[in-house]
């Protein structure tokens, strides 16, 4: 049974609509990331899930109770914000025991229930400290705490490592995975950051301009993005488009492209479209990390790999990767390549594409062409 | 040689330069130090004429260097000068202040904290219309209520009652101390309030429990603010309370005019001191805070 499930969704502040009838659940235990740009709506989700917005039209349920009118202390979900919103004058320890005396929990069982989350989330020593003589990741902790200390139907999490410097982010995105696998509570976790989504969530819901995009697995959602938006956010360095047409003949079918100097090259694709747009016209979507240096003993171990020649422009190395911008006709496009045997720059370098993992757009409304059952 | 000659002249240079700023600074304080002398000067001749003995006052003229010395006027003022046929100084009075000041700032300062909690993170429809409405109230001169106050304590049968005065400076206060209130409360994030609802806090725990406990710093610059204005208040204390009943600021000036024969100047400067001694003493003490809570956001 889905433990939160929202139909028809929507939210107008006066004249604008920011949600435009949000269709979303999450199964008990699932961890939900809402991604999107920022002012895509996700937040707004997030607090109207919360009951700290209203619903302009539609439904919310959660564990199949209709919460539309609920205040948000009567829902049984608990959330963690992006500023932490630690009350600066408690302890930490007050801090997480504030809900409880709100609820007039016995001492005995917050005594309980304190030592519990301290011990999960390893911040018994700081229990008598202010959240002023936190660090940044110790507050979120903290927060955690209040959110776990409570054991509610649902957790929410509001941008929580957006304040948290590079490396703290990595060490906390791994903690809370880690703490999702071992406490199994249902999550909404709103998040700007695509990586954050695709390593935490079991589904991502991605949303623009109020609208969802796409709901579906991490996997799914990266190799088969249900447009050109979904397939742009997603993945870093992103997805390249590349205006192309589609050739089929009989049997197969192929995408032609224009290449700097004015010739085409013909790349054979390992799959048949469902649909081709008028004119044949198309945008091929390919990630960076399809391309490769043409090698024939490449092409004997992936029979979908296409070839075609293109200059290099620029090269950035990372150190585990190479990343590079090749010309083709009337742009560029970029390919992450091992270091060995990286593009230099100037070369004319003869690229492999993996057209097996190759996206089809179709250039009039931006959605992907799907592919003919095998 | 050549080097030598560059370097003493680079010296005599740094040398003018530093004459050059020596002399700006000097001119700085001179200047500083002739205004505070301006601004100081009435307080010195009050001191001091409080502590000179009357003919020579009169002798020498009010404004003259002090050439004697009594305590007499001091205990005079304060318990024993006639004024309008009753001769008990101005202590009636100074402790009327007191019992006027001190609920009428509390009060008005705990109204004003509400007012501003509601304000700033309950809003409304037109709640910011409201607030313009209130901040009005801070332009507003105190005469135009005159008025409407003479009705209303008139019908509350507190005229000529201290009282009523608690009541009028309560309410003239309101205007101030939601504005003070209500901009610290803006900078508190929202979120602790979002927290404290999920928390299961209701209005009043959230107000009590989170807010109050980080709103010292404007709390002090409140009511440092109320005490002094509502102290030193004269109008509303002349025109509604009369002989015991007034406040000292009322009774002083009563005293400086109600002299029939030779103005007893010695006792008129030290009612005048006895009268400033109390917000002297808050803004001695609490001044540093005030300067603090004015320049403070809230919390971070």
Known sequence: ?374 | MVDIAFGSDFAASIRTERRRYMLGRVGVYAFLCVFAIIYLLPLFVIIANSFRELPEITQNGLIAFPRSFSLAAWPNAWSHFCVAGTCEGVKRNFFNSLVMTIPATIVSTLLGAINGYVLAKWRFRGSEFLFGCMTLGVFMPGQIALMPWAYILGNLRLSNSIYGLILVHCIQGLSFTTLFCRNYYVSIPDDLIKAARIDGAGFWRIFFKIVLPISPPILIVTVIWQFTSIWNEYLFGVVFTGGRQQPITAAVVALATSQMNAKAYDISSAAVMIAAIPPLLIYFFGGKYFVRGLTQGAVK
Not at chain 1, 52 to 62: P, Y
Not at chain 1, 130 to 154: F, H, W
Not at chain 1, 167 to 172: I, S
Not at chain 1, 224 to 230: A, E, I, L, Q, T
């Open chain 1, 1 to 374: 049974m889905a433990t939160l499930s929202i139909t028809r969704l929507r939210k107008r502040f006066g004249v604008v609509e920011v949600l435009k009838g949000i269709d979303l659940e999450a199964r008990t235990g699932e961890f939900v990331a809402l991604v999107g740009p920022s002012g895509c709506g996700k937040s707004t989700l997030l607090a109207m899930i919360a009951g700290l917005e209203t619903v302009s039209d539609g439904e919310i349920r959660i564990d199949g109770r209709l919460v539309n009118a609920v205040p948000p202390k009567d829902r049984d979900i608990a959330m963690v914000f992006q500023s932490y919103a630690l009350y600066p004058t408690m302890t930490a320890r007050q801090n997480i025991t504030f809900g409880m005396e709100s609820r007039r929990v016995p001492k005995a069982e917050q005594d309980e229930a304190v030592k519990r989350v301290a011990a999960l989330l390893q911040i018994e020593p700081l229990l008598n400290r202010k959240p002023g003589q936190l660090s940044g990741g110790q507050r979120q902790r903290v927060a955690m705490g209040r959110a776990l200390v409570r054991d509610p139907k649902l957790f929410l999490f509001d941008e929580p490592l957006s304040n948290l410097d590079a490396k703290l982010r990595v060490d906390m995105r791994t903690e809370i995975k880690k703490l999702h696998q071992r406490v199994g509570k249902t999550t909404v976790y709103v998040t700007h950051d695509q990586i954050e989504a695709m390593t935490l969530a079991t589904r991502i819901a991605v949303m623009h301009q109020g609208a969802l995009q796409q709901f579906d697995e991490p996997h799914e959602v990266y190799s088969r993005p249900s447009n050109m938006f979904v397939a742009g956010f997603m993945g870093s360095p992103a997805m390249n488009f590349i205006p192309g047409r589609l050739s089929q003949t009989d049997g197969s079918a192929a995408v032609e492209i224009a290449l700097d100097g004015g010739d085409v090259a013909r790349l054979p694709l390992p799959y048949r479209p469902k649909r081709a747009p008028a004119g044949g016209q198309i945008v091929l979507g390919v990630r960076p990390e399809h391309l490769y240096r043409y090698a024939e003993d490449l092409k004997s171990r992936k029979g979908s790999l296409a070839k075609f020649e293109a200059p290099v422009e620029v090269v950035e190395p990372t150190g585990a990767e190479t990343i590079a911008q090749l010309k083709l006709d009337a742009h560029e496009i970029t390919g992450r390549f091992d270091p060995d045997g990286a593009p230099r720059r100037g070369e004319r370098m003869v690229v492999g594409v993996d057209m097996a993992h190759a996206c089809l757009f179709d250039p009039a409304d931006e959605t992907l062409i799907p592919r003919e059952a095998a």
